[in-house]
């Protein structure tokens, strides 16, 4: 079982900027993609943004349509790892962020994420 471990997250103000990390104990590339969810206190799960492995789904990504041009996510083969660029943060942005590999076969992370391999999630706090 691959473990995944967040950091990067921490408290900002208005506009800031955050970069999180995620980092997996075995090749990143076993996942068919990778994304990064988010909750906040009494909302559901969401799907922030996902990116492929550069086999079966290509290097696409998906960005929730509320961080489209101020959240990046890249992935990085040789290290393992999964980021999220975050600018331009917003307090609706305040939640728990959870990395995830995703298994399914030639698709990007799904919203419901239910077989997906998780991480235990940073906080990301913005305040106005």
């Known amino acids: 079982q691959v473990q995944l471990v967040e950091s990067g997250g921490g408290s900002v103000q208005v506009g800031g900027s955050l970069r999180l990390s995620c980092l997996a104990s075995?090749?990143?590339?076993?996942?068919?993609?990778m994304g990064w969810y988010r909750q906040a206190p009494g909302k559901e799960r969401e799907l922030v943004a996902s990116i492929g492995n550069g086999a079966s789904t290509g290097l696409a990504t998906y960005y929730k349509g509320t961080v489209t041009g101020r959240f990046t996510i890249t992935r990085d083969e040789s290290t393992n790892t999964l980021y999220l660029e975050m600018n331009n943060l917003k307090p609706e942005d305040t939640a728990m962020y959870h990395c995830a590999g995703c298994p399914e076969l030639g698709r990007l992370c799904q919203q419901r994420g239910s077989s997906n391999t998780w991480g235990q999630g940073t906080q990301v706090t913005v305040s106005s």
């Open positions: 075995r090749s990143i590339f076993n996942f068919n993609a």
